[in-house]
């Protein structure tokens, strides 16, 4: 009877947490601060995800949605090589996004990286999808460059679950070939000291003070260094593993 009972309110439990899960991911809120909350809730799923991830996959685009959200409050980014890491609230207006929009953001990448350490052998099955997905988004200019970096830890940790050597170095390949991409792009600029001066645009004073020249080369020199922290990250994670 008592083993009866046990099965019973088991199934009980399971049936009210499938019930759960499906009503936080069919959620579509319309308000940022609940967004905000949403993603939450969907970071909170990741231990039920583990047994059941049945809703997961819906799960993940909700929160790759909020990655690349555009902003109510705000015009939008003024121009990819403006946007900023920095955690100065001032930075905010060079991004172009409001406050509201960069803490979901954030939020929503950092749930997204928790969801991959928990459960990156549930992300496996889907794994081409996932990839292509993200390397959109890479390219997104909506993407915050820490948004860059939550995504290159997310796929890295489900590459970590990939079992057959050859298919996890051909998704290994596929994460970093935005990077690389980069990298390559940039190869003229390390080659010598004079090539990286260069690059920074600091040899000629008349260039320093001109506002386009310091926005072009600062949205390369982003660029180049957010290539080796991507890389440094997923090496990192694989290592880890």
């Given amino acids: 009877h008592q083993q009866a009972q046990q099965t019973q309110t088991r199934n009980e439990v399971l049936a009210s947490l499938s019930s759960l899960a499906q009503a936080v991911v069919a959620w579509k809120p319309t308000f940022v601060w609940l967004k905000f909350r949403h993603a939450t809730l969907l970071e909170a799923l990741r231990q039920y995800w583990k047994y059941q991830a049945t809703t997961l996959p819906a799960g993940i685009e909700a929160l790759l949605s909020y990655i690349n959200i555009t902003d ?20 905010n207006k060079k991004s172009g996004f409001s406050g509201e929009i960069v803490g979901l953001k954030k939020k929503s990448g950092v749930a997204l990286v928790s969801i991959g350490k928990a ?6 099955h889907g794994l081409q999808e996932l990839s292509a997905r993200c390397s959109t988004l890479l390219s997104s200019p909506l993407v915050l460059p820490m948004n860059q970096m939550h995504l290159y830890e997310f796929l890295s940790c489900v590459a970590t679950a990939v079992e057959e050597p050859v298919s996890r170095s051909n998704f290994i390949g596929n994460v970093l070939s935005h990077s690389l991409n ?16 260069k690059f920074m645009g600091v040899l000629d ?10 926005k072009r080369v600062t949205h390369e020199f982003q660029n180049l260094f957010s290539a ?14």
């Fill in 72 to 91: 109510e409050w705000s015009q939008g980014p003024p121009a990819a090589t403006t946007t900023t890491t920095s955690n100065d609230p001032n930075n």
């Fill in 119 to 124: 459960v990156p052998h549930q992300l496996v």
């Fill in 182 to 197: 980069s990298l390559e792009s940039a190869q003229h600029a390390l080659v010598s000291m004079d090539s990286f001066l």
């Fill in 205 to 214: 004073p008349n260039l320093v003070a001109e506002p386009n020249h310091v």
């Fill in 228 to 241: 080796f922290n991507q890389l440094l990250s997923v090496g990192k994670r694989c290592n880890e593993a």
